[in-house]
């Protein structure tokens, strides 16, 4: 029998099986191969050990959420909750799940940190990634309540200066700014600035997107664009299209754009990359494709599941898509 | 580690996190060894740094390395967390007291540093090597899922994989590095 190396038993699905006794064959299989062979039970215990080491991390995405919940937690101002300590645990009970439980204040300090707007030298940047498939909340020294978008990336500082307050989104969010009329609030995007005065807007730049749009609920915005500067009336959205390098103000849909903030995704004569883009986000998936897909998608996406969405751009187009191990195939018909 | 540790109990968040960061992986894995459940063990870690934020005044000022410490606190969370029989519950309450507790400190510093040295030998990987490993691994897909994934041959797969695990293998050395307690 030639020899096992440590990687090739690591390789083995079936080894791995053994190790973390998923089913009875692989495991009888493993014990028997062992014992037939005990001048390599040093090799295999070594192997063993390996991949418990790695199976038994948490991923990058656990990491962050639970970090991102623990502090939720911790830095929840004024009110201290309890932990959920339970006698029986039940797994139905997702731990995600409780992130978004109503709770209003929320900070998170990143070790990545992203320092290029630091203006002072003493303020602690905080940056949060937002997985996909998730909306976070975040509540600023300020009082400024902000719900982040899937796939987004927004840095803060743990308290703002007196003379202004800035913050920096490569993504989507939902704000709501604490009035001070002596203190604005500045949000960075790739494109463009937004300077605000105590008002709620939604604000979408990620900066993979073709659009960056801002869209007013209350009160009054100035944006800051190539050395230009608009104001925002409530009802109106500033949209910058990077490909045709035009901007305009225009109305929106007041009770579409609230639920944008709820997870609704908007098409309007919508492209390939725009709607594979934000699909991703929303429901975290790949694609693939041999051919280029022309399409122009027009309409919105709430909570359907995956599979009518897809069967939806499916009738609605001449590409199939079809979903396999979280990867989206388009054909063409 | 100490002075992190002095200034949690002063009430410093940034430590806190500190701490969390450089001890959140070693706790996870070591709370796989008493219960293979990620979402339990992600709710006993979720306890433990709740309840040490909220008694950081309490806090032993100890003597020997507060990591320790927190080990066997995450130990209790997850036994009070499920029914574990009794029989068994003697067992994990009194592991301890057989090994001594210099030889316990002794295996929860080695954790450390082979998680230490894990992380380091993955950031040696290219990208590729280490999504492949991460999705084999952390999030458990098989050869095939991971080849659908990625648009590749599931040949392709096992070859990145073998290779990446030959290239970290060196780097951790870990067959001297485990102890006792961990070894379950």
Not at chain 1, 50 to 65: A, N
Not at chain 2, 65 to 74: I, S, V
Not at chain 2, 85 to 92: A, G, M
């Amino acid at each position: 029998m030639l020899d096992r190396t440590v990687e090739k038993l690591i390789s083995d699905h079936s080894f791995v099986n053994y190790c973390l006794s998923k089913n009875e064959e692989d495991s009888a299989y493993w014990n028997q191969w062992l014992a037939q062979h005990p001048e390599q039970i040093d090799v295999a215990e070594e192997a063993r050990r390996m991949v418990l080491l790695l199976v038994d991390r948490p991923t990058e995405e656990e990491f962050q959420m639970e970090r991102a919940r623990l502090l939720n937690h911790i830095m929840g101002r004024g009110k201290t909750v309890k932990p959920r300590v339970r006698r029986l645990w039940k797994p139905a009970v997702a731990a995600a799940t409780l992130l978004f439980m109503g709770v209003i204040s929320y900070q998170v300090w990143m070790h990545r940190q992203d320092s290029h707007l630091v203006t002072s030298s003493n303020i602690e940047w905080v940056a949060q990634h937002v997985p996909d498939k998730k909306m976070m909340h975040v509540a600023l020294a300020d009082g400024t309540l902000v719900k982040l978008f899937p796939g987004s990336n927004f840095s803060y500082p743990e308290t703002f200066l007196d003379s202004v307050r800035e913050v920096r989104l490569d993504g989507g969010g939902f704000f709501e700014v604490q009035h001070d009329e002596d203190i604005p609030f500045v949000i960075h995007t790739a494109e463009l600035s937004v300077r605000v005065l105590g008002t709620s807007f939604n604000l979408q730049a990620y900066d993979t997107d073709n659009q960056t749009k801002v869209a007013l609920f209350h009160g009054k915005v100035l944006i800051a664009h190539n050395g230009q500067e608009k104001y925002l009336s409530p009802g109106q959205a500033y949209v910058w299209d990077k490909n045709t390098q035009s901007g305009q103000i225009e109305s929106f849909d007041v009770a579409q754009e609230r639920q944008v903030s709820d997870g609704l995704l908007v098409f309007d004569h919508a492209g390939y990359d725009e709607v594979a883009r934000q699909i991703t986000r929303k429901y975290g998936v790949k694609w693939k494709t041999d051919v280029p897909v022309k399409i122009q998608f027009s309409g919105t996406i709430d909570q359907e599941s995956l599979q009518d969405v897809l069967n939806h751009l499916t009738y609605t187009t001449d590409y199939r898509f079809t979903l396999q191990q979280n990867t989206v195939h388009v054909q063409q018909n | 580690m100490k002075d992190t540790w002095l200034n949690i109990i002063k009430g410093d968040r940034a430590s806190f996190l500190k701490l969390y960061d450089t001890i959140y992986t070693p706790l996870f894995h070591y709370g796989m060894t008493i219960r293979r459940d990620r979402e339990l063990v992600k709710e006993s870690l979720h306890i433990l740094f709740c309840e040490l934020w909220e008694r950081r005044e309490r806090l032993p000022q100890t003597k020997v390395d507060p990591k320790f410490y927190l080990f066997t606190w995450l130990k209790r969370i997850i036994i009070r967390q499920v029914e574990i029989p009794h029989s068994q519950i003697e067992d994990l309450l009194h592991e301890p007291a057989e090994d001594s507790i210099e030889e316990q400190r002794i295996a929860i510093e080695q954790v450390m540093d082979m998680h230490e040295r894990l992380q380091r030998a993955l950031d040696k990987l290219t990208k590729k090597q280490r999504r492949y490993i991460q999705w084999r691994f952390f999030e458990e897909r098989s050869y095939e899922e991971i080849a659908e994934l990625d648009n590749a041959s599931v040949r392709t797969v096992y070859n990145v994989i073998y290779e990446a695990l030959k290239r970290m293998r060196g780097d951790i050395a870990i067959l001297q590095a485990i102890i006792l307690i961990f070894s379950k």
